[in-house]
């Protein structure tokens, strides 16, 4: 069997990490100040199957009464896990046990390459230290009975990629499966995601591999797969401005459902551009209170404008917008192509 064969076959099985089996071959990936409890909400709206993923959570943060607003969520975004940051094996085993009872797996976080976070020896910087890296993944799957996953890229920089020597370390660790976005830390999210590399991640180990990067489109998730010949894939900026994409994903790959894209004014399923946008922002405004509300949500603004026409002023407007009836009254004024 190819690795085409092998894979397509394979994303209308179920997803099985340790102990936990998914109906789904699709996960949403955590990302920092995006993945709260209400965008969790709304792709549940379209996926009742796929994993989502918790923003990072802080084991240190934790460990001193910090991150609570991170630890939010609801019954029913469930399955869901909750990601896991630090580089200090006691540190991160105290936060996983108290975690455990909210979540389906532990997800460390070995790849996140913004510079705040890696000068303190977290996120993808645990790659460039494999000892410290395998004792961290330890003694978290020490000190729970859930499933334990680690998320990485394919090295620090290009003249030190080292992704299939780090799964394997990861694998002999303990970890139940592995997320490899295709970039080194050195390109952050720039050039384009290496799916070929995560193919010989997915050989060197026999734990699940899912690929993460570039996934924008369920044409592109099932190129990932065949490419990679992975167990699945994560998305991850994809789902911004987009809550539907996973759903969609999930139904040509689940489904043999049609993979040809809704224009930009219809991309949501039941759902209009201008509804799910304004649906996000209230229940933000909802969760926050409307100034802090309407503040968390000028980042998600660009994204749900993105492929309209004069996006740019659209934009402008958006993120000088203070109150929800300003928010509503600028989608309001962008005419249904």
């Given at each position: 069997m190819t690795i085409s064969q092998q894979a397509t076959t394979e994303t209308t099985a179920k997803l099985t990490i340790g102990s936990l089996k998914l109906d789904s071959p699709v996960i949403l990936a955590p990302m920092a100040g995006f993945t709260d409890s209400v965008l969790r909400g709304l792709v549940r709206m379209f996926s009742s199957k796929c994993l989502v993923v918790s923003e990072m959570v802080s084991a240190e943060g934790m460990h001193w009464g910090h991150e609570k607003e991170l630890l939010n969520f609801n019954e029913g975004e469930k399955p869901l896990a909750f990601q896991l940051s630090g580089h200090k094996p006691e540190l991160m085993a105290e936060g996983a046990r108290k975690l455990e009872a909210i979540s389906s797996l532990i997800d460390i976080n070995m790849g996140c390459p913004v510079p705040k976070i890696v000068k303190n020896h977290d996120g993808s910087?645990?790659?460039?230290?494999?000892?410290?890296?395998?004792?961290?993944?330890?003694?978290?799957?020490?000190?729970?009975?859930?499933?334990?996953?680690?998320?990485?890229?394919?090295?620090?920089?290009?003249?030190?990629?080292?992704?299939?020597?780090?799964?394997?370390?990861?694998?002999?660790?303990?970890?139940?499966?592995?997320?490899?976005?295709?970039?080194?830390?050195?390109?952050?999210?720039?050039?384009?995601?290496?799916?070929?590399?995560?193919?010989?991640?997915?050989?060197?180990?026999?734990?699940?591999?899912?690929?993460?990067?570039?996934?924008?489109?369920?044409?592109?998730?099932?190129?990932?797969?065949?490419?990679?010949?992975?167990?699945?894939?994560?998305?991850?900026?994809?789902?911004?401005?987009?809550?539907?994409?996973?759903?969609?994903?999930?139904?040509?790959?689940?489904?043999?459902?049609?993979?040809?894209?809704?224009?930009?004014?219809?991309?949501?399923?039941?759902?209009?551009?201008?509804?799910?946008?304004?649906?996000?922002?209230?229940?933000?405004?909802?969760?926050?209170?409307?100034?802090q509300g309407i503040r968390y949500m000028r980042k998600f603004f660009a994204h749900y404008v993105r492929g309209v026409r004069n996006a740019c002023t659209y934009r402008f407007d958006l993120v000088r917008c203070s109150t929800l009836a300003e928010v509503e009254a600028v989608f309001a004024g962008i005419p249904v192509e």
């Open positions: 910087k645990l790659m460039t230290d494999l000892p410290l890296a395998s004792s961290i993944i330890k003694a978290v799957k020490e000190a729970v009975n859930i499933p334990v996953t680690v998320k990485c890229r394919l090295g620090w920089d290009c003249s030190s990629k080292n992704y299939v020597e780090f799964a394997k370390m990861a694998e002999d660790s303990g970890a139940d499966a592995i997320i490899v976005h295709g970039r080194t830390r050195s390109q952050m999210y720039s050039g384009k995601a290496d799916w070929a590399a995560i193919g010989e991640v997915k050989r060197a180990v026999n734990i699940p591999v899912i690929g993460n990067g570039d996934i924008t489109t369920p044409l592109m998730a099932k190129e990932c797969l065949e490419t990679s010949g992975c167990d699945g894939v994560a998305i991850g900026r994809g789902v911004l401005g987009d809550p539907g994409l996973i759903g969609r994903i999930e139904n040509y790959l689940l489904n043999c459902e049609s993979a040809t894209e809704p224009d930009n004014e219809h991309r949501h399923i039941g759902l209009s551009l201008r509804e799910i946008a304004l649906l996000h922002c209230r229940k933000e405004v909802e969760y926050r209170g409307e100034e």
